[in-house]
């Protein structure tokens, strides 16, 4: 059974920071973070495979940084100079594929998702 569960969402003033956990049920060759705002289509936020292959999106490239530790089975989203249109729904996804990217195509599993506020 398939198991993504996120953690460490929560409202922050702009400027600030806050890291997202996702942990997984097992080890995904390619694990990564979603984002959906209201009213908006979920979209890619980070990706990272098992071979350290990375993927931003350019709206975050410099303020975020994806992680994972494969350890733990665990993937990680470092988030700095937060900005009010970060504020979102943010879902960590899992592929089985080597490269997944940063389409919603590229991933099968999802979490439930962990809510980020930014004022």
């Known amino acids: 059974h398939v198991q993504l569960v996120e953690s460490g969402g929560g409202s922050v003033e702009a400027g600030g920071s806050l890291r997202l956990s996702c942990a997984a049920s097992?080890?995904?060759?390619?694990m990564g973070w979603f984002r959906r705002a209201p009213g908006k289509e979920r979209l890619g936020v980070a990706s990272m495979n098992l071979y350290g292959a990375i993927n931003y999106a350019d709206s975050v490239e410099g303020r975020f940084t994806i992680s994972r530790d494969t350890t733990k089975n665990a993937l990680y989203l470092q988030m700095n100079s937060l900005k009010p249109e970060d504020t979102a729904m943010y879902y960590c996804?899992?592929?089985?594929?080597?490269?997944?990217?940063?389409?919603?195509?590229?991933?099968?599993?999802w979490g439930q998702g962990t809510q980020v506020t930014v004022s």
């Open positions: 097992s080890t995904y060759r390619c």
């Open positions: 996804a899992a592929s089985a594929r080597v490269n997944c990217g940063l389409g919603e195509a590229g991933f099968g599993y």
